[in-house]
């Protein structure tokens, strides 16, 4: 007998307002992010190893998991950074191309990114970029629009990249802030 699959409805669990940290090693030109819990993002520069990390720039985010609220399942994105919705900024790129593709049917396009350098830390799988796709899609009216969650690998160059970080909690969550 197979087992009938959960029609998920996703809820943001797990949510830890935090800072994403960029810095850059000026030895070797190597940038790397990571989330601060922090009350102030950590500025002060530092060696590791070879390195020599120099603070380049904060932005509010916020960390979360997405839990089934039928069948309890909980999804953790330990590896996403944050989400950005894209602007168009570089006609050669992949996500602009989906972007203005998307466009007459009313679709935002968002990148899911991780921390960087990407061939060091663990990535988002495609997995969990779908269910982020349907958590962001769950409650709107498709007639009206809809969002396409995408990986940072489809943009040219992540690093580089102008898109938008959607860095508010009431953008990222379904329901209204409580007053």
Same mark, same amino acid.
């Given at each position: 007998?197979?087992?009938?699959?959960?029609?998920?409805?996703?809820?943001?669990?797990?949510? =830890?307002?935090? &800072?994403?940290?960029?810095?850059?090693?000026?030895?070797?030109?190597? %940038?790397?992010?990571?989330?601060?819990?922090?009350?102030?993002?950590?500025?002060?520069?530092?060696?590791?190893?070879?390195?020599?990390?120099?603070?380049?720039?904060?932005?509010? !985010? /916020?960390?979360?998991?997405?839990?089934?609220? @039928?069948?309890?399942?909980?999804?953790?994105?330990? *590896?996403?950074?944050?989400?950005?919705?894209? =602007?168009?900024?570089?006609?050669?790129?992949?996500?602009?191309?989906?972007?203005?593709?998307?466009?007459?049917?009313?679709?935002?396009?968002?990148?899911?990114?991780?921390?960087? $350098?990407?061939?060091?830390?663990?990535?988002? !799988?495609?997995? @969990? %970029?779908?269910?982020?796709?349907?958590? &962001?899609?769950?409650?709107?009216?498709?007639?009206?629009?809809?969002?396409?969650?995408?990986?940072? *690998? /489809?943009?040219?160059?992540?690093?580089?990249?102008?898109?938008?970080? /959607? @860095?508010?909690?009431?953008?990222?969550?379904?329901?209204? $802030?409580? @007053?």
């Amino acid at each position: 007998m197979q087992k009938e699959k959960c029609a998920h409805t996703w809820q943001m669990v797990n949510v =830890t307002p935090c &800072f994403i940290i960029t810095e850059k090693c000026y030895h070797c030109g190597k %940038i790397s992010t990571y989330f601060s819990t922090g009350h102030n993002p950590p500025m002060e520069e530092y060696r590791e190893g070879e390195h020599y990390w120099n603070f380049m720039e904060s932005a509010q !985010s /916020i960390h979360f998991d997405l839990k089934c609220t @039928k069948c309890n399942m909980l999804v953790k994105f330990d *590896e996403l950074l944050g989400v950005k919705m894209c =602007t168009g900024c570089d006609e050669n790129c992949e996500a602009n191309t989906l972007l203005k593709k998307l466009e007459p049917e009313r679709t935002w396009v968002y990148i899911a990114f991780g921390c960087l $350098p990407v061939n060091e830390k663990k990535q988002l !799988s495609k997995e @969990k %970029i779908s269910i982020l796709e349907e958590y &962001f899609n769950q409650r709107r009216k498709s007639s009206k629009s809809r969002i396409k969650v995408i990986s940072h *690998e /489809i943009v040219s160059n992540i690093e580089d990249c102008y898109a938008e970080v /959607i @860095k508010d909690v009431d953008m990222l969550s379904l329901t209204l $802030p409580e @007053k």
